[in-house]
């Protein structure tokens, strides 16, 4: 598996247990060096942020608001990484990280679930992505799911 440095994946976002000082420092990535996810529909991202913002009790405006882009040229790793994590608002609402782990997992099984229904992706791709995604790192998939929020 290859991969690529969270600095120039994600924008700002630092991925990450609420442990102290417990920080990834790498995201899985495709050979072609872009995430599962990268060039498909909007509709994957958007399904997923949906998904997550309804089962964090947020809405998606607000969950942008933590881990999206801010002003300051828009390059890649040129923003302050995010002060709130993933895991952070999950502690918040009382969940437990295997409800984290299964709340994004589900949000990443029914955003390729939707590409699947439109012809963008055949089963066996997406099966193939969520096999894939399931053999992440938790802070690697805390990422992932922060980028949906900071690139998406």
Known sequence: ???????????????????????ATSTPAKGSGS????????????????????????SVAELTALWGATPGGGQKGSNPPAAVTISDVATQEG??????????????QT??????????LTQAQADARMQEIRGWSLSDLDGYIMYAFNAH
């Open 95 to 108: 969940l437990t990280r295997d409800q984290l782990t299964s709340l994004e997992l589900n949000a990443i």
């Open 1 to 23: 598996m290859l991969f690529v440095s969270l600095g120039a994946l994600l924008v700002g976002c630092q991925a990450g247990s609420s442990a102290p000082g417990a920080v």
């Open 35 to 58: 995430l599962p996810g990268d060039g498909d529909p909007q509709i994957y991202w958007d399904t997923i942020k949906q998904q997550v913002a309804q089962g964090l009790h947020r």
């Open 111 to 120: 955003a390729c679930t939707q590409l699947v229904h439109q012809g963008a």
